[in-house]
């Protein structure tokens, strides 16, 4: 009943209804980036240890930046414009990870995208903090999380077995660009939003 509760009130709020239908196709999106990418290092630099070490700590470290420059900036004037400029920072990076011609430009790449991801969890979660009533915030983020959450492993269920057969590059670039498009999509859906 209160999941029910849940779904009807962001499907009521505009901003809410939009933000959960960017978050089911973003997240499908996002999926090889996510599960590919350790394939797609194997298969093109090497199954070497360290090569992993150094994907996840690059990842680690863009991400670390990215929230202390939050933490020193504050806030944002329009979260919903980060959350889009992020998405496309998303979609870039990931495509420009399936072009890396060494593994040093592919670190570098991997950093921007850590870079971008704190941007887009503080914007996404002070943007429902604002506009959801204090009784509701529970449901709303949990409904985000269970859309997020089953998106991902639906999307493997096509993304895997396409892996076998395509090259994960080529499917970095195409869902990097699509990724991108996302982002410029939800930036007109919400033109005119201001945090309240």
Request: charge should be positive; proline fraction near 4%.
């Amino acid at each position: 009943k209160q999941m029910k509760q849940g779904i009807a009130y962001a499907w009521r709020e505009p901003i809410l209804r939009k933000l959960v239908v960017c978050y089911g196709v973003a997240f499908i999106l996002l999926t090889p980036a996510a599960f590919l990418t350790p394939f797609m290092l194997e298969r093109k630099f090497g199954n070497d240890v360290w090569l992993l070490t150094l994907h996840e700590i690059f990842w680690t470290s863009g991400t670390l930046l990215g929230g202390a420059y939050i933490a020193w900036k504050g806030s944002f004037r329009n979260n919903a414009r980060v959350i889009a400029l992020a998405l496309v920072g998303f979609g870039l990076t990931f495509a420009l990870l399936g072009v890396a011609s060494s593994f040093r430009v592919y670190l570098a790449f991997m950093a921007l995208a850590g870079l971008v991801l704190p941007f887009f969890t503080t914007a996404e979660t002070v943007l429902i903090q604002k506009r959801v009533e204090p009784n509701m915030l529970g449901r709303v983020f949990s409904l985000l999380q269970i859309t997020s959450f089953s998106a991902m492993p639906l999307a493997m269920l096509f993304f895997g077995p396409l892996a076998a057969v395509v090259r994960i590059e080529h499917i970095l670039i195409v869902t990097g660009f699509l990724l991108a498009l996302v982002g410029f999509a939800f930036a007109y859906a919400t033109r005119g939003y201001r945090d309240k």
